[in-house]
């Protein structure tokens, strides 16, 4: 009986050596871990170094008039990178906690008819930079003017900038670093969630929305972030501004183009945004 359980654990051995990977153990889950995360299934923001991040569902990231149930107003908004770039609020109204508003989860609103705007304490971000960006629409989509916007506080004008949008009289959501602007040409639909996004790369800069797409081959400048950022939804025409919700915002210093991969996928998940 004893040698007969030695010959069945030495076929059992046998049998895992033929069904397994050559070469060390570690190294055959290390790259099976790598699939699940170039897939999207188990990256996050949280699996990359972030200068900045806000995830509006993260109610433990927000401050809250009266508590964050629907309709409050948001007072500020903490960075869940680690680098304490929280944003708070700079306008008289800031933009209002929404629950239910994409893929089930809440969003923080920002109204063009008050107007909102949000800004962090002053922090530099060198290029190259990933951002990216969820949006959802409201029955105001068409933007002709200031929309959700990233820029420098000091308002300089020649720092980097994503708009929804002021470039032309159509909708064309773009990015901006102190050369010249590249745009997406896209008409925005009312109550709808979009990924957009923008890496910062000099000549080599690219930048999406959902359905569209991407743009790249032109030289926005190299400039990088020097005195934090704001976000706001401001205009001179509030006719033709963005009256939207913001989702989740995140920059990846350096990032790659694995990086964007997972980055995309993550948002369509999260989110359930076309890429």
């Given amino acids: 009986m004893f040698r007969r359980g030695l010959a069945l654990a030495a076929l059992a051995l046998l049998c895992v050596g033929a069904i397994l990977p050559s070469g060390p153990a570690t190294s055959y889950w290390q790259s099976r871990q790598q699939v699940a995360v170039a897939g999207g299934g188990a990256w996050t923001p949280a699996s990359v170094t972030t200068a900045f991040w806000y995830k509006s569902d993260d109610t433990g990231t927000l401050t809250c ?3 964050c149930t629907n309709g409050n107003e948001v007072t500020a908004w903490a960075d869940k990178s680690g680098n304490a770039r929280t ?4 306008s008289t109204n800031g933009p209002d906690y929404n629950t239910g508003i994409l893929n089930s989860k809440a969003c923080v609103h920002f109204d063009y008819t008050e107007p909102n705007a949000m800004t962090t304490a002053s922090f530099t971000l060198a290029q190259p930079f990933l951002i990216m960006t969820v949006i959802k629409t409201k029955s105001n989509p ?3 003017n200031f929309g959700i916007l990233v820029d420098d506080v000091a308002g300089t004008g020649n720092r980097p900038v994503m708009l929804f949008n002021v470039f032309s009289a159509s909708d064309q959501p773009g990015i901006f670093a102190g ?3 590249r745009t997406v040409g ?3 639909s009312a109550n709808t969630g979009y990924m957009y996004y923008g890496g910062f790369n000099g000549a080599s800069s690219v930048t999406k929305v959902s359905g569209t797409a991407e743009q790249s081959g032109t030289d926005i400048g190299s400039n990088g972030f020097t005195t934090g950022f704001l976000l706001a939804s401001t ?4 006719a033709t501004t963005l009256d939207a919700y913001v989702c989740e915002i995140f920059a990846i210093p350096s990032y790659s183009g694995t990086d964007l991969t997972n ?3 993550y948002v369509q998940s999260e989110w359930g945004v076309a890429p």
Avoid at 87 to 90: C, E, T
Avoid at 235 to 238: F, K, T, Y
């Fill in 65 to 67: 008039t009266g508590g």
């Fill in 87 to 90: 944003l708070s609020k700079v």
């Fill in 142 to 144: 068409q933007v002709r």
């Fill in 179 to 181: 050369t010249a602007t």
């Fill in 186 to 188: 896209v008409s925005l």
């Fill in 235 to 238: 205009g001179a025409d509030p």
């Fill in 263 to 265: 980055a995309i996928a």
